[in-house]
């Protein structure tokens, strides 16, 4: 998800069942519907980082974190977690603050000083768009 100029990691992976069914249960308080579980992952870290590739599964409410899957390049998760939110925010004033979206101690730049990927295509893919 982060890079200065152009996307992040393009790295996939899909979210097993079983991660799936863990993803639900680790937060016993938080009933959860598997349609609220990304199951098609795509790193959230910058681009060309260092070790394992992470994505957001599933946002909790409260401040305990976010539950993030974790796995090795080309291989399938290995593990879901509840991460801690990341602290960091870009410090502008008023309405411009923004947060970082990752998790607490991620390698890389902080998601708020990086190309958003949710509107950059993937490497070899055009944007698509609903303008006529």
Do not use: K, Y
């Amino acid at each position: 998800m982060c890079q200065l100029i152009g996307p992040g990691c393009a790295e996939t992976a899909g979210l097993p069942l079983q991660l799936l069914v863990s993803t639900l249960e680790i937060a016993p308080d938080e009933p959860g519907h598997p349609l609220e579980v990304v199951t098609h992952l795509r790193c959230a870290l910058e681009a060309e980082h260092n070790g394992p590739h992470f994505d957001l599964v599933r946002v909790l409410d409260g401040d305990q974190g976010e539950v993030w899957a974790r796995w090795a390049g080309g291989q399938e998760p290995e593990w879901v977690a509840v991460l801690a939110d990341c602290t960091a925010d870009n410090g502008l004033p008023g309405g411009a603050n923004e947060a970082c979206t990752l998790f607490q101690g991620h390698r890389g730049r902080h998601s708020f000083a990086c190309a958003d990927f949710e509107l950059d295509p993937l490497p070899g893919t055009d944007r698509v768009s609903s303008a006529p």
